[in-house]
């Protein structure tokens, strides 16, 4: 007889909802939770921290495109006439979604921590803290 283990469920996230969800975890794992609990929250936040380093690999990529390189430094930068076409074309791709692979975590399981309405906001609406009673 085996163990039974829940099957990670793949949510559906917008691009342009990583970056937050990133913060939020990040100021979520540096409290005091159980043990599993936190292990859980790490699985995730690996998982949204490697979506965003994909993200910033293409926000790079657009800012070489639409930007000029300095020589002396190889830094680029994104003059002001070329501005909006950068913007536009990195808010359309934060409007793409991808697949994280994780389990909702019941909100009665965090203990006795405090959230900012925000904070759980921003967990609630990407599922990654079940808020149902």
Do not use: A
Not at 13 to 29: A, D, F, K, M, Y
Not at 45 to 55: A, G, Q, V
Not at 69 to 89: H, I, L, Q, R
């Amino acid at each position: 007889m085996g163990v039974k283990t829940k099957k990670e469920k793949k949510m559906k996230l917008e691009l342009s909802r990583i970056r937050i969800t990133e913060q939020v975890l990040s100021r979520l794992i540096d409290k005091e939770i159980p043990i599993k609990i936190g292990w859980k929250l790490s699985k995730i936040k690996t998982e949204i921290s490697r979506e965003l380093n994909l993200i910033e690999e293409q926000r790079i990529k657009l800012i070489q495109k639409h930007g000029i390189k300095d020589e002396k430094t190889g830094n680029y930068t994104v003059p002001k006439e070329n501005t909006t076409s950068f913007f536009e074309e990195f808010n359309d791709f934060l409007k793409e979604e991808v697949e994280v692979k994780y389990d909702p975590i019941d909100i009665n399981s965090l203990g006795d921590i405090s959230l900012s309405t925000r904070d759980l906001e921003v967990l609630s609406l990407v599922k990654i803290i079940d808020c149902k009673e």
